[in-house]
Nanobody, 120 residues
Framework: QVQLVESGGGLVQAGGSLKLSCAAS????????MSWFRQAPGKEREFVAF????????GYTDSVKGRFTISRDNVKNMVYQQMNSLKPEDTAIYYC?????????????WGQGTQVTVSS
């Protein structure tokens, strides 16, 4: 059974930094796209960043480009998101997502989320 466990959230002042971690277990993730999404109060869940487990290709939503960096550790089965120059509008629950590129309908998984709060 696939498990994604996020950690690293917390309260930080505007301009500060946090590093989120996602521990992935339960299978080999070489075919997977790993992503971070976030959901602010009263808003829909939105895409933040992705990384290809096999190639390391990354992509970001415009609002975080230049501030957030997604990375992975293939040995430890970890995905990270370094978040710098945080803004109050980055406040949200951050979720890790794993999607099998071959069978996405059957094999897409979410973690439980970690809260990030940025004070002004």
């Amino acid at each position: 059974q696939v498990q994604l466990v996020e950690s690293g959230g917390g309260l930080v002042q505007a301009g500060g930094s946090l590093k989120l971690s996602c521990a992935a277990s339960g299978r080999t993730f070489s075919r997977y796209i790993m992503s971070w999404f976030r959901q602010a109060p009263g808003k829909e869940r939105e895409f933040v960043a992705f990384i290809s487990w096999s190639t390391g290709t990354t992509g970001y939503t415009d609002s975080v480009k230049g501030r957030f960096t997604i990375s992975r550790d293939n040995v430890k089965n970890m995905v990270y998101q370094q978040m710098n120059s945080l803004k109050p509008e980055d406040t949200a629950i951050y979720y890790c997502k794993a999607r099998d590129t071959y069978t996405p309908t059957q094999n897409t998984y979410w973690g439980q989320g970690t809260q990030v709060t940025v004070s002004s």
